[in-house]
């Protein structure tokens, strides 16, 4: 191909490779997206941040779209003049590179690294906006030292804690999991089933903050998607209701179980315990005992997806005890069953089974008896099988008999609070965050256990507490992590009393990593505290954050719990981490998610190769809003090129025919009105984000630049120079490569993503008539041209006097006449 000076000569096709090496070149010498610490610098700051990836290969279809939707909200604020924080990173530690590592027979670090800089090599070449002086990785010794640190600082607020208990266990990758990793019953990362297992593990006690969590999602309503605050409630899943004490034969305490509805005690026939609770154990009689232990057994190959299925036929075991009714004192016997779990509330509830399904249920399956306490006017649950759960009055209830539900709650708390046998109280679904991982490659946990002093943190002064290299040793998952086998690690003096102790083997699950790694960016070398909290507190909170809806309750939570843990350290000023969220959708192909068992998946590198990384880019953005799924089966990236080609000539012809500074005001009049309606819908798309629509208002605004050079008043019209200064700041946003070679090409200065941002004149946006379409039965039969404020009864009145539409009419009976000022009439006749 013919080159001048490096760029294409005038008229020539649009070369996708050209631009991209020399653009690559220029930006890596100019370094343009590099944020300001300057205090002098007054341009407002701008904190844009997108999930950060994890370097398990090269960048796919899914980081292509991903990235594309972060990289035109980050240009659009660099456009609107803001100080612009944008940086990267990789989330490097986990069991994808553990496992790579042991199937590969190499290191965790090799693997890991390796893809890191592939991975930046692309993004690079993807022009991504992002200020590289701020890159961190998490598996660098700099960065996880300040997990151990940040740890430390909540084991001192008793915060992090360890404790024995039944746990979610992958038996592929011989970890423990947090419940939020489980899905469907199985491990979210290779699928397999989860079993429940005991382990002593490390955990953060969330919980404390449950209120807050909740409390505070009122700061994000209409920024975040509403789907994602939905789930974060339920997760979160806060209930009123009460503790009710149940004294248990033969056992001194009572037991204590939770209730949202206590208004229904009296008809409590039956109390059950979740048969892997160790109260359950602790409860069976001796002459139950062996039938107790094989339901356990069976019970802890269950999932508890599986547990709580409402297909499932109700199993359990009678434990030979029974508990007393403390509002009755009735007698009610105590089960065992595997439809409640340990974790909810106290691993007990009291059964009332004519208003709860899955206690009818059981009741129905072990013959046990059903009361009536709620009158709702539905047929009798004991003869239909189906509990009633709805509003109603009380019966069957001694004192509450008469009162409505909501009465009754609050006359049987005071009730069991003057018997000193219950309380309000709220319970929660949220659990605490388990963060312990029996893998090697994670951030180790700084604690020492000694057999004197028992747990004791690692002194600050001896962080990080690094890896031990381990390089050639055996990582395969054995139940313990691989660190236990690092002897010389793992033996070392206690910092208390100086005797032999020894080091915590467990990792830190990466969630920790991710739950503050934002804060770090705006002070990633500081070397004396995990952030500078002026810094943060400059910058934060993200003013845009931009990632997967599969992460609404883990990341994200996670996150929204370190930020609430550090304002109240401190550290920083505000109590939510992210300000505004957008999600964006997948790539698929063929209506599936690509995969090579399926054989649809899509090579981003060859569809690079093959189009160009600006067309890849505006096919992306262009397929629809950015929450949607993209089928790449239903675009077309060569669409895009032939779009960019034609974008690209209009402001090369421009730049050729006209000077840089001319008075658009003298040019054509109807082009500069479509310039400025541009500027004006895409401003409005841009805020809403709409970017598929900013795009399409872009391909009009080409098309009548287009029709100006050659059927108006040509290339040299300063109206046509207007319009293409604006088509090379907007396509800024999704093409740079493209845009800036137009630009330049325009003669203008600096980088066209720079601060470009233009500005519609009202004057230019004011329609001194529109079109409307006036049909008959449907059909449209003539076209007016009307003022744009024109009334519903004014329009009405000059479609009905048309000659066209009255010929069409033929005196038939007009039986409606439906107006949408000022567009369009549709007359409906008889």
């Given at each position: 191909m013919t080159m001048v000076d490096g760029t294409q000569a005038q008229g020539e096709a649009y070369d996708a490779q050209s631009l991209q090496d020399k653009w690559q070149r220029r930006w890596t010498e100019d370094n343009p997206f590099t944020a300001s610490e300057d205090p002098t610098d007054k341009r407002p700051r701008s904190y844009v941040l997108d999930m950060f990836p994890y370097p398990s290969g090269d960048l796919h279809m899914g980081h292509a779209e991903a990235f594309a939707m972060g990289d035109v909200v980050a240009r659009y604020r660099f456009q609107l003049g803001e100080n612009v924080l944008h940086p990267i990173g990789w989330d490097s530690f986990g069991l994808p590179a553990e496992n790579a590592a042991i199937q590969r027979?190499?290191?965790?670090a090799e693997w890991t690294y390796a893809n890191i800089e592939t991975q930046a090599a692309s993004f690079k070449r993807y022009a991504a906006s992002f200020d590289w002086s701020r890159r961190l990785h998490t598996s660098d010794p700099e960065y996880y030292r300040w997990n151990q640190w940040l740890f430390l600082r909540f084991f001192e607020r008793g915060l992090a804690y360890r404790k024995g208990g039944l746990v979610n266990w992958c038996p592929k990758d011989q970890t423990v999991l947090a419940n939020e990793q489980v899905v469907q019953g199985r491990c979210e990362r290779c699928g397999t089933e989860v079993v429940r297992r005991s382990l002593d593990q490390w955990y953060f006690r969330i919980t404390e903050y449950a209120d807050r969590l909740l409390d505070d999602m009122a700061q994000l309503e209409g920024c975040w998607p509403e789907r994602v605050l939905t789930m974060q409630r339920n997760w979160i899943g806060r209930s009123h209701g009460a503790d009710v004490h149940f004294q248990i034969e033969g056992r001194e305490e009572p037991v204590t179980v939770f209730?949202?509805?206590?208004?229904?005690?009296?008809?409590?026939?039956f109390f059950v315990v979740a048969a892997d609770a160790p109260l359950a154990e602790e409860l069976c009689a001796p002459e139950r005992r062996s039938e107790f232990e094989a339901y356990r057994e069976k019970?802890?190959?269950?999932?508890?997806?599986e547990r709580q299925s409402t297909e499932r036929q109700k199993t359990g075991v009678f434990l030979g005890r029974y508990a007393v009714n403390p509002v009755n004192g009735e007698q009610i016997p105590v089960w065992a069953a595997d439809y409640v779990l340990a974790d909810y509330g106290h691993g007990a509830i009291m059964a009332v089974p004519a208003h709860d399904q899955r206690d009818l249920d059981f009741a129905r399956t072990f013959d046990l008896p059903v009361r009536v306490v709620?009158?709702?006017?539905?047929?009798d649950p004991r003869?239909?099988?189906v509990a009633t759960v709805g509003e109603g009055t009380m019966v069957n209830s001694g004192p509450l008999d008469g009162l409505s539900k909501t009465d009754a709650i609050e006359r049987i708390v005071d009730v069991l609070a003057e018997r000193a046998t219950g309380n309000a109280t709220v319970n929660f679904r949220l659990r605490d965050w388990l963060l312990s991982r029996q893998r090697y490659w994670g951030t180790p946990i700084p604690i020492i256990h000694c057999p004197d002093c028992g747990e004791v943190p690692v002194p600050e002064d001896q962080l990080p507490v690094t890896l031990p290299d381990l390089r050639g040793a055996d990582l395969a998952p054995k139940g313990v992590s691989p660190l236990a086998t690092a002897t010389d690690w793992v033996n070392v003096d206690c910092p208390s009393c100086q005797g032999p102790a020894t080091r915590d083997t467990d990792t830190m699950d990466t969630f920790v990593d991710s739950a503050w790694y934002f804060l770090r960016y705006c002070s990633p070398r500081m070397d004396s505290a995990p952030f500078d909290s002026d810094a943060v507190n400059a910058w934060g909170p993200i003013d845009q954050y931009v990632g997967g809806v599969e992460h609404a309750v883990l990341h994200l939570l996670y996150a929204r719990f370190f930020t609430k843990v550090l304002h109240d350290m401190g550290m920083i000023r505000f109590t939510e981490p992210f300000t505004r969220l957008l999600?964006?959708?997948?790539?698929i192909n063929q209506g599936k998610a690509m995969s090579k068992s399926l054989g649809n998946g899509v090579d981003l590198g060859v569809e690079i190769d093959n189009y160009g990384v600006d067309a890849v880019r505006l096919t992306m953005v262009f397929a629809g809003p950015p929450e949607d799924d993209i089928d790449w089966a239903d675009v077309s990236?060569?669409?895009?090129?032939?779009?960019?080609?034609?974008a690209l000539r209009v402001m090369t012809e421009a730049g050729a025919a006209s000077e840089p500074g001319s008075d658009p005001a003298s040019g054509d009049i109807a082009l500069r009105k479509v310039t400025h309606q541009t500027i004006d819908k895409v401003t409005t798309a841009m805020e809403a984000f709409r970017f598929n629509v900013a795009v399409a208002r872009l391909m009009e605004l080409v098309t009548a630049a287009r029709k100006a050079i050659d059927a108006g008043p040509g290339a040299a019209d300063p109206a046509v120079r207007e319009a293409a200064e604006t088509i090379a700041v907007v396509l800024s946003l999704v093409a740079p490569y493209a845009a800036e070679e137009g630009w330049e090409r325009l003669g203008g200065k600096g980088s066209v993503s720079l601060g470009n941002w233009p500005k519609a004149e009202p004057d230019l946006l004011v329609q001194e008539s529109v079109t409307c379409v006036v049909q008959v039965q449907s059909k449209v039969r003539d076209k007016l041209e009307v003022a744009p404020d024109i009334d519903d009864a004014e329009l009405e009145r000059l479609a009905l006097a048309?000659?066209?539409?009255?010929?069409h009419l033929q005196d038939r009976e007009i039986r409606r006449v439906v107006v949408r000022a000022p567009k369009l009439v549709n007359i409906v006749v008889g």
């Open positions: 027979g190499t290191h965790p209730t949202t509805r206590p208004d229904t005690l009296y008809g409590a026939t019970v802890a190959k269950l999932s508890d997806i709620l009158d709702t006017g539905e047929p003869e239909t099988g999600n964006q959708g997948q790539v990236p060569a669409a895009s090129l032939r779009f960019l080609s034609r048309s000659e066209k539409v009255q010929a």
